[in-house]
C-alpha cells in the first residue's frame, strides 16, 4: 500500500527524485519482520538437532563416543547439514530473479515459499527425510535474507544504511533466537515435530507484510534506465561508469568490478567455513556432550539476543565511524577465535565463546552488509548478494564436513575447532583490498 513521503530530511543532490526513507521507515520494519520469519525456520534445524538425531537415532547411556551420546554419529548429522547448507546454492538464481522482476516480488515470494517448505519437515517420517524437505526450502529462506539487505541498502541514505542492515539482522536474528526460545520453554511438551509446525504462523502473516512492502526507487529507476549522476574515482576506489552486461540467466558486473566479486565471495566463504559448525552444532555439543539441560541453552540463546541487540548498536556505531572495512576484518577474527573457545571443553567456555560469537556476529553484519551493497551498482546488486550467499554456502558445507570427519577421527571438539579457525584468520586483513565507502551515496560508491 502507498506510503506517506519521508518526514523531515530534505532529498540531497545524490539523490533527488528518489523517495529514500529512514531506518524505522515500515518498509524496513516489514522488511526485518521477513527475515525474521526466514530466521525461525533456518535455525530451527539447528536448535532442534539434539531432539532429531535421538528421535531417528540410537542414542545409549552406556557408550562413551559421541554418537552413543548423540543417537547419530557426527559425520551423519555433518553431512545432513552440509546437504541442507549446500542446497543453498539455489538462493544465486532466485536473488538474480530480483535484478530482474523486483525485489519485493522476489521476497515475498522466498519468503512464503521456504516457511511452507520447511513447515512439512514436521511430517518427516526419517531423518534423511527430514534433511530432503529442508534442503527444498533452505534456497528460499536464503534467498529471502540475501534481498533482504538489499532492499534495506537501496531504501536508505548513507547515514541510515548501517543502521537498516542492523535492523534487518535484528529481524533476523529474533527470529533464530525465537525458535530456540520456545524449544527451551516448552520442554518435552512441544516436540520438534510441533516445533517446526509453528512456521504457519509467520506464513499466515505473509499477505499483511506484503501491504507496507515497496520497490525501492533506486530499482526502479535502475529498471527505466534513468540516468545516473556520474561518479569519478576518488580516494574511496569508487568505480566511475562501471557497465553491466546481462547473463542470460544473472546480471554480470562489469570486468572492472569481478575481482571485487570474487574477494567478496571468498572471505564470506570462509566466514562459513568456521560459523557454518560453530552454529550448527554448538547445540547439539552443549546438550549431548557437556549435558547441559534444555533451560541452558534456552537462558544461553536469551543471553545472546541482548548480547547481539548491543552488538547491533556497536556494529553500526563502528561502521558509521570507523568505517565498513576495519570494523567487518576485525569481527570476522573474533568470531573464528570465539569458536575456538566455544568449543574447548567446559561449559563455562561454551557459554562464553557462543555469547561473544554472537556479539562479534552482529558487531560485523552492519558494517558487512553496508560494504557489500556499496561496492555494486543496483543492477547487479542482489546478483551480488546470491553470490555471496553462494561463497557463504561453499564455505559452511566444506566447514561442517571438515569439523565433523575432524570430531569422529580425533574425538576431540577443540583440535577440529582450531583447525577450522586458523584459516579464516589469517585471511582477515584483505578486507583492506576493498574500498572504503563510508558516507557515500550508492550512486556515488557504485554508479552505473
Avoid: H
Wanted: aromatic share 8%; hydrophobic share 55%; charged share 10%.
Amino acid at each position: 500500500m502507498p506510503r506517506p513521503p519521508p518526514s523531515g530530511a530534505a532529498a540531497t543532490a545524490s539523490d533527488q527524485r528518489l523517495r529514500l526513507y529512514r531506518w524505522y521507515d515500515p518498509a524496513i520494519l516489514v522488511t526485518a519482520a521477513l527475515a525474521g520469519s526466514a530466521g525461525f525456520a533456518q535455525f530451527g534445524v539447528s536448535s532442534a538437532l539434539a531432539d532429531v538425531a535421538r528421535s531417528f537415532g540410537q542414542p545409549s547411556t552406556t557408550g562413551s563416543s559421541v554418537a552413543a551420546n548423540v543417537g547419530l554419529s557426527f559425520t551423519v548429522l555433518g553431512i545432513g547439514l552440509a546437504i541442507i547448507r549446500l542446497a543453498a546454492l539455489g538462493s544465486l538464481p532466485l536473488s538474480g530473479l530480483a535484478d530482474r522482476l523486483g525485489r519485493r516480488r522476489v521476497l515475498l515470494g522466498c519468503t512464503a515459499g521456504g516457511l511452507a517448505i520447511s513447515a512439512l519437515a514436521a511430517l518427516s517420517p526419517g531423518y534423511w527425510w527430514f534433511v530432503a524437505l529442508f534442503a527444498l526450502g533452505r534456497p528460499l529462506l536464503s534467498g529471502t535474507n540475501a534481498v533482504s539487505g538489499v532492499i534495506a541498502a537501496e531504501e536508505t541514505r548513507s547515514r541510515d544504511r548501517a543502521k537498516a542492515i542492523a535492523l534487518v539482522t535484528a529481524g533476523w536474528g529474533a527470529g533464530t533466537g525465537a525458535i530456540a526460545v520456545v524449544r527451551g520453554v516448552a520442554g518435552d511438551a512441544l516436540s520438534w515435530r510441533g516445533l517446526f509446525a509453528l512456521l504457519v504462523i509467520p506464513l499466515a502473516l505473509i499477505p499483511l507484510f506484503s501491504r507496507w512492502l515497496e520497490e525501492p526507487d533506486r530499482f526502479r529507476r535502475s529498471r527505466a534506465g534513468a540516468p545516473r549522476q556520474p561518479a569519478a574515482a576518488g580516494p574511496s576506489g569508487g568505480v566511475a561508469g562501471a557497465t553491466v552486461r546481462p547473463g542470460r540467466f544473472l546480471a554480470r558486473p562489469s570486468p572492472a568490478l569481478r575481482p571485487r566479486l570474487w574477494l567478496i565471495a571468498v572471505l564470506t566463504a570462509m566466514l562459513g567455513f568456521v560459523t557454518g559448525p560453530a552454529n550448527a552444532m554448538m547445540f547439539v555439543y552443549a546438550e549431548s556432550v557437556l549435558g547441559l539441560p534444555r533451560s541452558a541453552t534456552a537462558a544461553m540463546v536469551a543471553a545472546a539476543g541482548v548480547l547481539g541487540l548491543c552488538g547491533l548498536i556497536a556494529g553500526r556505531w563502528a561502521a558509521d565511524r570507523l568505517g565498513r572495512r576495519y570494523t567487518a576484518g576485525t569481527m570476522q577474527a573474533v568470531i573464528a577465535l570465539a569458536a575456538v573457545l566455544t568449543y574447548s571443553g567446559s561449559a563455562a567456555a561454551a557459554v562464553t565463546g557462543y555469547l561473544l560469537a554472537i556479539c562479534a556476529a552482529s558487531v560485523f553484519s552492519p558494517a558487512a552488509g553496508a560494504l557489500a551493497t556499496e561496492m555494486f551498482p543496483t543492477s547487479v546488486r542482489a546478483t551480488v548478494a546470491g553470490w555471496m550467499s553462494v561463497g557463504g554456502v561453499l564455505g559452511a558445507v566444506c566447514g561442517l564436513i571438515v569439523f565433523g570427519l575432524l570430531v569422529t577421527a580425533l574425538n576431540s571438539f577443540w583440535v577440529a575447532a582450531v583447525m577450522v579457525a586458523l584459516p579464516v584468520v589469517a585471511l582477515c586483513p584483505l578486507y583492506g583490498r576493498f574500498p572504503e565507502t563510508l558516507g557515500m551515496e550508492l550512486e556515488e560508491s557504485a554508479p552505473e
